[in-house]
Structures are given as structure tokens and as C-alpha cells.
């Protein structure tokens, strides 16, 4: 919400778990943010949604509409929606969150536009098994009938590319700067600040923005919060942050690798649990400080880290990034210090302790990332999986009997193989639903078959003039 902006006075709860929703007259809440939209002159609002493949979609309607759609009135075709429904049974609902209105902070052609984030039902107002906003929070009631609370911060990486006389986007990058480099060396610095402003005018509490480690690419960090508000924020970010360089005449992606040879953009996710306000993995009086919840917790994420890959790094080429050599993690373990292994333990301890999954991408799918990561999570505390003895040693550099010795899994080693790992991790897929499973499977299976398919440049240069 743009600063001084008035809200609705009961925004600040979610509803986190789906029930059957009876059609009802609009609530005070609603009618707040009715009020709030003439107040605000909005003419067009985005009701905005995610498919599986964790694409924004959205339905644009006139100020015309907006009691029809806050009244949860709004159909769409989800047969044109990757995973969504099949042509016989199409329509959908768009439900609103009204703590998730948001006024964008730049001038739009024929008036001001908000954007509002919804679920999705189906017309009998039950909720929709392929949303995947849903399929997150009812992982969030699972964990709070056990008392925990998630708390989780990403930290997405990206690139900003030019483009060529064409128009049309080129890997030259903008710069040949280096981690937390200045201007003159970074002449992305004038894009980054802008998209800092735009995401603190949308609400954001924005804790730093600097050059990453490759040429062109950049971090902004934004506060956590609870696992369905960071997946809004991970789709919001993204979205600005394309618009933004877009308008300094540069391309942004989020693709994991999109230049061989230099570092690729991860999605590192900080990540802890609280009961009863209290930093669950913190135990003053305990080796390294850290809680069996948190060890528990820990050895849930490498417990199933092989079959929730697929979901938190869902592209062909995000396996391109997860070789050795470009700080990306490729072996199952944990670590107090280095950051070669999956997982890393910040130094902080109190309120602030947490662990840090180091693998996934900004190409995910948020809602279906965290769903996985707090599910496999959970499944740590209830069997009290022991995750081992932390590996504070370089993995990369180990051989691979001491890999063994010290019984040292990798991670799948492209999209194929994540793919069979999850369909062997029965926990993985109870997360996501066995709509969304077949769907995306489905979907990725196709890719690969594709990608196999197609003859590539490195086979042209290594092959064709000697065989």
C-alpha cells in the first residue's frame, strides 16, 4: 500500500485456511476497499492470479465492475490457463483478497491502475485443487494446527540485459561490475533505484539493493513474512522489476542461468518457524543454539530436497546453474559457516535465527516452493529426522569417496532426473495435490522431451566437422 494510503480496517488478517464459501452480500471490508477505490480515482483493476508454472495472469476490469468482482462474481476460462481445467469444466472464480490491494505507482494510459490478488474457485464456490496459492495455505494450517508460524525471506537475484537496434533483448550486459561495485561501473544502479521506490510505493520493506557477483546481474532484498504474503511479494517483485528496466530501455530476467561461464541467479530462501512469538529454532543452551525443531526442520528440507527439486528449480536450464564452481549448491548437507552445502546457518541466533535453503531459482513458482519447503519441513519435526553433523568443509572440493564416507547426496543433475525424484517422494506430492502434480509433471515432462529433441550449438561445434 502507497505510504499515508488508507485502508480497510480489517485488512490485516488472511484467512489462511480454504473452506466452502457461501455466496453473501458484500462485508465491511469490502465495502471499505470499495470506498477506497472511488476515494483513490482507480479506473481499472487487475485481478490477478498465478497458474501453476507461476505466471502472473490477470482479468483488467472497469471501476464499472469492481462491485461484481469484490462481490467474488468474476468468471474466467480456466481452460486457457496452463494446468488449469480441462475445456469441459472451464469456468472459474476469481476470489479477492482485499489485503492484497495495491495502488501501481506509475501513471498507466486512460487512468490510474490497482491490482488486487486472488484465489481461485470453482463456480460452486468450492475452492479450486489447481490453485496454487491455495495449495500453499493449506500447508500454513497444517503447520499451525502443530503451532508454528513460518517466517521466510527470499533473496531473488536477476539480470538486466541491453537490446540491439532491433529491439530486441541481446545478453550484452550494461556493465562489467562486480559484487556491491558502484558507478560508474554499474550503470544499473539508476534502474535499481527506481524499482527500490516503486516496491516501497507497493508496500514493500526493502532492506538492501546492490550489483551482484556477474556482470549485469542485481539483488534487492525485501523483508520476510509469513510464507502467502512473500509469494505475493516474490510475483510483485518480479512483475515490477520487469516494468521498471523496461522503462530504462533494459530487459530483466530471472532465467537461473542465462550466460554460460559466470554465476546464475539463485532464489536463496532464509527460513524459520515461531510458537507462541518465540524463534522456534533458537535454544540459548544447546550446541551451535539451535533447536531440535530447527535440526528437525533442517533434516526434513535434505530428507526430501531431491524430490522437491523439480519444484524449486523448474526449468531445463535452472540445472545449468547447479554445477560446481558458481556458488550454487550441488550436494545434500549443512553448514555453520561455508556455503558450498544446500543448507547454511546464518551466524545470528535469538530472534533471528534460521536457515538458509540455498538452491532454488527465481524461475519457480513461490507459492508451490514454499508449500514444498514447509511440508518437507514439518515432515522433519514429526519424524525427527536428524540431518547429521554440519559439513563446514568445502563440499566441491571433496573427493568423492569422502562424499561418500560422509554420506553426501547430490541433487539431481537436470530436470529429467528431478522429475523421477519427485515422482518417488510421496510427501512432495501430498503437498502439491495430485491436481497440481499430474499438471506440472505433465507440462515439464513435455519440456524435456522437447529440449532432448533439439540439436544444439555445442553438438554443431564439437561434432560436426569430426565425425
Known amino acids: 500500500m502507497q505510504t499515508g494510503e488508507r485502508t480497510p480496517s480489517t485488512m490485516k488478517t488472511k484467512k489462511t485456511t480454504p473452506t466452502k464459501v457461501k455466496s453473501v452480500t458484500m462485508d465491511s471490508t469490502k465495502r471499505e476497499l470499495l470506498a ?8 481499472f483493476l487487475r485481478l490477478q492470479f498465478t497458474d501453476i508454472l507461476g505466471v502472473i495472469k490477470n482479468v483488467e476490469i472497469p471501476d464499472v465492475q469492481f462491485e461484481k468482482a469484490l462481490n467474488n462474481e468474476i468468471l474466467f476460462d480456466g481452460s486457457s490457463i496452463d494446468g488449469f481445467s480441462r475445456i469441459e469444466e472451464s469456468d472459474m ?46 500447508v500454513v494450517a497444517e503447520a499451525k494446527t502443530l503451532g508454528y508460524t513460518m517466517a521466510v525471506g527470499p533473496e531473488a537475484e536477476f539480470f538486466l540485459f541491453q537490446k540491439n537496434e532491433k529491439g530486441e533483448v541481446v545478453t550484452d550486459t550494461h556493465d562489467k561490475g562486480s559484487y556491491f561495485d558502484l558507478t560508474p561501473i554499474d550503470r544499473g544502479e539508476d534502474a535499481r533505484r527506481d524499482i527500490v521506490n516503486a516496491l516501497e510505493a507497493m508496500g514493500f520493506e526493502v532492506e538492501a539493493a546492490h ?22 511479494n516474490v510475483s510483485t517483485f ?86 560446481p564452481g558458481y556458488e550454487a549448491p550441488t550436494h545434500i548437507a549443512w553448514s555453520l559457516r561455508n556455503r558450498s552445502p544446500l543448507i547454511r546457518v546464518p551466524a545470528k541466533r535469538g530472534e533471528s535465527t534460521r ?20 511440508k518437507s519441513g514439518l515432515d522433519g519435526i514429526k519424524r525427527k529426522l536428524d540431518p547429521g553433523q554440519p ?55 513435455k519440456v524435456w522431451y522437447e529440449y532432448s529433441a533439439v540439436v544444439h550449438s555445442w553438438e554443431l561445434d564439437n561434432y560436426l566437422t569430426v565425425y
Open 36 to 43: 477506497l477505490l472511488k476515494e483513490q480515482n482507480v479506473r
Open 93 to 138: 472464480l476469481l476470489y479477492p483478497d482485499p489485503a492484497t490491494f495495491r495502488v501501481f505507482p506509475w501513471v498507466e494510459k486512460g487512468g490510474k491502475v490497482a491490482r488486487i490478488i486472488c484465489d481461485v474457485y470453482h463456480p460452486d464456490n468450492t475452492p479450486f485443487e489447481g490453485c496454487p496459492r491455495m495449495t500453499l495455505k493449506k
Open 211 to 232: 550489483h551482484e557477483v556477474a556482470p549485469g546481474q542485481h539483488e534487492i532484498d525485501f523483508k520476510y513474512a509469513d510464507p502467502i504474503t512473500t509469494a505475493d
Open 238 to 323: 518480479r512483475f515490477v522489476v520487469r516494468k521498471i528496466a523496461w522503462d530504462h530501455g533494459l530487459h530483466a530476467t530471472f532465467m537461473p542461468k542465462p550466460v554460460h561461464g559466470i554465476n546464475g541467479s539463485g532464489m536463496h530462501c532464509h527460513q524459520s518457524l515461531f510458537k507462541g512469538g518465540a524463534n522456534a529454532f533458537y535454544d540459548a543452551k544447546v550446541p551451535y543454539q539451535l533447536s531440535k525443531t530447527a535440526l528437525y526442520y533442517m533434516g526434513g528440507l535434505l530428507a526430501h530436497a531431491k524430490g522437491f527439486t523439480a519444484i524449486t528449480n523448474p526449468l531445463v536450464n535452472s540445472y545449468k546453474r547447479l554445477v
Open 355 to 374: 536457515c538458509e535453503l540455498r538452491m532454488p531459482d527465481p524461475s519457480c513458482n513461490p507459492y508451490l516452493a514454499f508449500a514444498v519447503m514447509l
Open 391 to 445: 559439513v563446514n568443509q568445502n563440499v566441491y572440493k571433496m573427493s568423492q569417496r569422502e562424499r561418500a564416507r560422509l554420506k553426501i547426496d547430490s541433487l539431481p543433475s537436470d530436470l529429467n532426473e528431478a522429475l523421477k525424484a519427485l515422482a518417488k517422494d510421496d510427501l512432495v506430492q501430498s503437498a502439491l495435490g495430485s491436481h497440481i502434480y499430474e499438471r506440472f509433471t505433465e507440462a515439464k515432462k
